[in-house]
């Protein structure tokens, strides 16, 4: 596989997430759009992502893992975030290229282990 950039992995990984969440909450028996978007949220804002990922980055995160979560965050986007600070917004993309990155190897049995946490954490 070709060596994507951080914000690439961001990318897909955050499409890939998004998609996991919604199923998640479908799974809970949440049935009204209304309250499917509202939590969703609860798992996809840019400030959970972030503290699931402090603590992922503690306890779940391999070396491997770290090394992409860290070129996820560490690279410059050319927007600025609309409603959170940007270190916290370069967080949540760390995190997002981790999903990307396992997503585009098919490596879904650790995105699953990794969601599992991230429910621990978020709920």
């Known amino acids: ?5 951080g914000l690439t992995l961001a990318y897909i990984g955050d499409a890939y997430y998004e998609l996991l ?14 309250n499917l978007h509202e939590a969703a949220i609860k798992y996809t804002s840019s400030v959970n992502q972030a ?5 992922l980055i503690e306890e779940v995160y391999t070396e491997d893992e770290l090394l992409i979560f860290k070129r996820g965050r560490n690279q410059n986007a050319s927007h600025k975030p609309k409603n959170t600070d940007i270190a916290t917004y370069n967080t949540s993309t760390g995190f997002e290229a981790v999903i990307g990155y396992h997503f585009l190897n098919n490596d879904l049995e650790r995105i699953n282990k990794i969601m599992d ?3 621990k954490i978020l709920e």
């Open 21 to 34: 969440v919604r199923k998640h909450l479908i799974d809970k028996k949440i049935t009204k759009v209304k």
């Open 117 to 119: 946490e991230v429910k």
């Open 51 to 55: 503290k699931a990922a402090r603590v």
């Open 1 to 5: 596989m070709i060596q994507q950039n």
